[in-house]
């Protein structure tokens, strides 16, 4: 996959010693940016789905889609929320209005700190299995991931205190290619967004909702490629003609969830914060991947045609920035970012060697 200069990773510039665990970045002024945007396709490949669902298994997406209401919405919410002016993120009310470690954030460079974490450890992501696809009529949702069993997706390490099961993924986007993805890289959007649910191992769906670190979500930003059809999420958009309108459902066989991650996955951002939608609780530990995976103009406009509730184009539904509140954001870097803090720190030692001993002869 070949790279172009342009706006859409952004990775903080190492400056500061790798002895430390944690090593702030002073200010915007003393940070470099490096924007990348993808263009290329990933050659990974995928079965062909089949053209329908069988009836047998409706009532496991119904119980999948009552599931999907619990972990979007929390205990309580109002089910009349949306997108639109008059039930859109503004008329939120609850947690999403009066608390202070709400998702999604801007990730900017004076509130980020590097950390040393280990890398994440994504278990069973070749594995492959059925999942079903449906518009719920505020998102793409795809879920039943539970009933592979052993086989189920899963995730630790990372800095995570425990495993996390995945339970579903869904997707945000935009009207524009300027806007979509719900964080936000130095002020800048992706065109779309895709987030990976997992709840905390040992827990219920609705103990983990209860707890600060109940539920570990990663953020996949998804960068627009010049390549007609972008390899990696050619399973899912296939079958966006069967999924136009609200309440729609089809079936997956033999998916596999690493085709929704990019090929690397090392550099990442981790902090604290909620759900993106009502009723926004305070329940995740957010992972928000730094390498994009690609997503080509025709995949985005068949997002774009998913029609909700209202019968009208769902042309967005993602919830604006959030203020972070004196809340940090940790940023475990690359292995180019990591080799090029210690080599910076290294320089640096040598030179101020050399200072001293230049001193100390002239003194």
């Not at 795809?142 to 995570?160: K, S, T, V």
């Not at 219920?204 to 707890?211: I, K, S």
């Not at 539920?215 to 998804?222: K, N, R």
């Not at 958009?237 to 309440?247: A, F, M, P």
Request: overall charge neutral; proline content about 6%.
């Amino acid at each position: 996959m070949s790279l172009k200069v342009s706006k859409c990773i952004l990775k903080l510039a190492p400056s500061d010693e790798c002895e430390s665990t944690t090593a702030p970045v002073k200010g915007s002024n003393e940070a470099k940016f490096f924007l990348f945007t993808l263009d290329g396709k990933k050659n990974l490949e995928h079965p062909t789905p089949p053209a329908s669902m069988p009836s047998s298994h409706l009532l496991i997406l119904s119980l999948l889609l009552t599931l999907l209401a619990v972990v979007q919405c929390g205990p309580g919410a109002d089910q009349g929320w949306g997108y639109d002016v008059e039930n859109g993120p503004e008329t939120w009310q609850g947690k999403c209005q009066n608390h202070l470690k709400q998702s999604p954030i801007d990730i900017r460079a004076p509130d980020v700190d590097y950390a040393l974490l280990h890398r994440m450890h994504f278990m069973n992501y070749d594995m492959d299995g059925k999942i079903e696809l449906s518009n719920t009529g505020r998102t793409l949702f795809a879920g039943g991931f539970e009933h592979w069993q052993h086989r189920q997706p899963m995730i630790q390490g990372g800095g995570l205190k425990h495993r996390y099961k995945l339970v579903q993924f869904h997707l945000h986007w935009g009207q524009n290619d300027a806007v979509g993805s719900e964080h936000a890289l130095g002020s800048l959007h992706y065109p779309a967004e895709l987030h990976l649910v997992h709840v905390r191992e040992g827990l219920t769906l609705h103990e983990a909702l209860t707890r600060p670190d109940g539920l570990a979500v990663v953020g996949v930003f998804l960068a627009k490629t010049n390549d007609p059809v972008a390899n990696n999420f050619s399973p899912i958009s296939e079958r966006l003609h069967d999924l136009r309108h609200s309440g729609n459902v089809t079936e997956l066989k033999n998916f596999r969830t690493k085709y929704v991650l990019p090929l690397d996955t090392e550099a990442f951002y981790r902090y604290e914060g909620s759900l993106t939608t009502p009723d926004c609780s305070e329940a995740v530990i957010w992972t928000v991947l730094a390498e994009p995976m690609a997503i080509s103009s025709h995949q985005l406009h068949l997002l774009r045609q998913l029609h909700n509730k209202e019968l009208v184009k769902s042309d967005k539904n993602y919830r604006p920035l959030q203020p972070l509140n004196g809340r940090r954001i940790q940023y475990r870097p690359s292995k180019l970012d990591r080799a090029m803090i210690c080599s910076s720190a290294g320089v640096a030692s040598i030179l101020s060697t050399v200072f001293a001993v230049y001193v100390a002869m002239i003194v």
